[in-house]
């Protein structure tokens, strides 16, 4: 079977790899020339682990083509996924322009039955406006094509993508056609081998399921943040908490941990983009304003840790922060709690020494570039180190910001050595806190 997956983004080029190595004949398509004739060389444009040798082997095997010409390849397939960005409009709802420009080319230029599967995170609505704006070309070019529509919402994350997308916990598809069902069933069979269910059903519930699929997960964090920041208030341990409601099978254990506030290119955009929808709708989405405002609070959580510390006289203090992508195993510096963090930090005065083991070139570029004003080229107030112990080098504290691997165990007499001050503040909560006290430091957790 021969597919094409328009946007070779994460979704797109994790989608169209992952359906090359269950055999299928795939060609990727992308309006970013640079990226494309990267990828023809097996060189991927983001850190994703897995991803590379799979893109090679694939380009090897002959299963997976690029292209930055959708037209050349549109008439030789039956099915096109679309997985191009949908980033937030300035109210927050999202931006259709990318999908609509999908749909328009395809509309221009088919000339045979095609099915186009919606993958990207879209509004409630969107496919019809996708069915209209393919039938417009189609009318204003005077022929009749039969075409069809669907959706399948993406769940993958980051730094996960390939074994998200290879053994997802379900698939979903919105169809309304039997011909779209067939199509969409023949192209998941193979994976139905590794135990997970397509469910089918009608597309405006599909569009309505991704969101309210990342609406619930980021309820879940904002909840435990402001249970932890309770826990703290009361002597409570936030840890054991989870714990106990997380056995629960009713609960159930995953999404569960305090820390300082999602980021990353989804949850925030997308709970957003659902408050406006319910906006639009004359409907109040209160829970999930809610959801905004704890998390808007807890990325500065730890920052206001450090203010109490130091009695708010921050001017002239050293602070490390390890971790600045988002979450680890990703170079994804989207929504970052690092960046609240670095702004508010050298508006106080302090001078700040950060280090990630894959995110710095993307930290350098956008810390550099939003936070320019702050950063005076003859001062030294902002210093990417070389590694977690340069980091910390005389430094007043230690913020743990992302969780990554290497900062699990750090050789903490070393650690010791080279900061001036005694505090860490972990903001994931992955330290364990006597061993902490024992060391010698000023340990201080979420909750
Ligand atoms: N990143 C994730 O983990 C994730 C997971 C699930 C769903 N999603 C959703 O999937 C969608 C894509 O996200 P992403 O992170 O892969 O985005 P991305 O920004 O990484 O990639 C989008 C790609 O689309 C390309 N593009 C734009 N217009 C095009 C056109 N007309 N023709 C061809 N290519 C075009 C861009 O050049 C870019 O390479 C979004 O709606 C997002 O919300 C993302
Ligand atoms: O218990 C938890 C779990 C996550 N996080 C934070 O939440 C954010 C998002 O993490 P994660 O969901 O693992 O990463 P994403 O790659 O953003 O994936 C989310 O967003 C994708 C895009 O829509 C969806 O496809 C995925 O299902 C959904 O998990 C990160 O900042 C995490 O640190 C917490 O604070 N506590």
């Not at 069979?189 to 997960?217: C, G, H, Q």
């Not at 980021?218 to 056995?247: H, P, Q, W």
């Amino acid at each position: 079977m021969k597919i094409v997956i328009v946007g070779t983004g994460y979704v797109g080029l994790v989608s169209g790899t992952c359906f090359a190595e269950m055999g299928v004949d795939v060609t990727c398509v992308d309006i970013d020339r640079q990226k494309i004739e990267n990828l023809e060389k097996g060189i991927i444009p983001i850190y994703e682990p897995g991803l590379e040798d799979m893109v090679q082997r694939n380009i090897k095997a002959e299963r997976l083509h690029f292209t930055t010409n959708l037209t050349s390849v549109l008439n030789d397939i039956q099915v096109i996924f679309s997985a191009v960005g949908t980033p937030p409009d300035a109210d927050g709802s999202a931006d259709l322009k990318y999908v609509l420009e999908v749909a328009r080319t395809i509309g221009q230029n088919m000339q045979q039955y095609v099915l186009l599967v919606t993958k990207s995170t879209v509004p409630v609505g969107t496919a019809s406006l996708v069915r209209q704006t393919i039938q417009m070309e189609l009318d204003k070019r005077g022929v009749y094509i039969e075409f069809d529509i669907a959706s399948n919402p993406e769940f993958l994350k980051e730094g996960d993508a390939i074994k998200d997308f290879m053994s997802p916990d379900r698939v979903v598809v919105g169809v309304e056609s039997e011909k779209a069902k067939e199509l969409m069933t023949k192209l998941y069979r193979p994976f139905l081998l590794n135990n997970f269910r397509v469910i089918f059903m009608d597309i405006l519930s599909a569009e309505m399921t991704k969101y309210a699929a990342n609406a619930m997960l980021a309820t879940r964090i904002s909840f435990m943040n402001d249970m932890a920041n309770l826990c703290e208030r009361v002597g409570a341990n936030v840890n054991m908490v989870r714990k106990g409601i997380g056995t629960d099978q009713r609960i159930g254990g995953k999404f569960l941990y305090a820390g300082c506030g999602y980021g990353g290119s989804c949850f925030p955009k997308d709970v957003k983009a659902l408050i406006q929808t319910a906006d639009q709708n004359g409907y109040e989405l209160r829970v999930l304003k809610a959801v905004e405002e704890v998390n808007a609070y807890q990325k500065q959580v730890l920052f206001h840790k450090l203010e109490k510390q130091f009695q708010s006289d921050l001017s002239g203090k050293t602070i490390s922060i390890w971790g600045l992508s988002f979450k680890p195993n990703t170079d994804d510096m989207r929504e970052a709690p690092s960046l609240v963090l670095i702004e508010k930090l050298l508006k106080a005065g302090c001078k700040v020494r950060v280090f990630d083991p894959v995110a710095m070139p993307e930290a350098k570029k956008i810390i550099r570039t939003k936070m320019a004003e702050l950063i005076p080229e003859d001062s030294f107030n902002m210093y990417f180190a070389n590694d977690i112990y340069d980091a910390v080098l005389d430094s007043d504290a230690l913020m743990l910001v992302t969780e990554w691997k290497e900062f699990r165990m750090p050789t903490w007499p070393v650690v010791k050595k080279a900061m001036t001050g005694l505090l860490i503040l972990d903001g994931r909560n992955i330290y364990d806190e006597n061993e902490m006290n024992e060391l010698g430091f000023n340990y201080q957790c979420i909750g």
